[in-house]
């Protein structure tokens, strides 16, 4: 069973950046495809950015909302997703959280909660 444990959220200002961490407690060499997915205050969780790994390099999907801002990465070395953040809006604000995708229910953590503000 893997635990996945998000970090690096904050406080930034708008234009700002953040670069986000999940953190597996197993290996996640198995799983083809890690995502991180956000949830803002009175909406419902959605999709934000995938990445798929193949044995010759990766694939990697977005949100058109995050598109051209936003990177995923991931190293399976580490058990490690990232998602860099830049260019950062008030509507990003959030809590993210990582998962497969599709998401396993049983794989939700706590998240990171972003906060955009001036």
């Known amino acids: 069973q893997v635990q996945l444990v998000e970090s690096g959220g904050g406080l930034v200002q708008p234009g700002g950046s953040l670069r986000l961490a999940c953190s597996a407690s197993g290996s996640i060499l198995s799983i083809n495809t890690m995502g991180w997915y956000r949830q803002a205050p009175g909406k419902q969780r959605e999709f934000v950015a995938s990445i798929t790994s193949f044995t010759s390099g990766s694939s990697t999907n977005y949100a058109d909302s995050v598109k051209g801002r936003f990177t995923i990465s991931r190293d399976n070395a580490k058990n490690t997703v990232y998602l860099q953040m830049n260019s950062l809006k008030p509507e990003d604000t959030a809590v993210y959280y990582c998962?497969?995708?599709?998401?396993?229910?049983?794989?939700w953590g706590k998240g990171t909660l972003v906060t955009v503000s001036s």
């Open positions: 998962n497969t995708v599709p998401s396993r229910f049983s794989y």
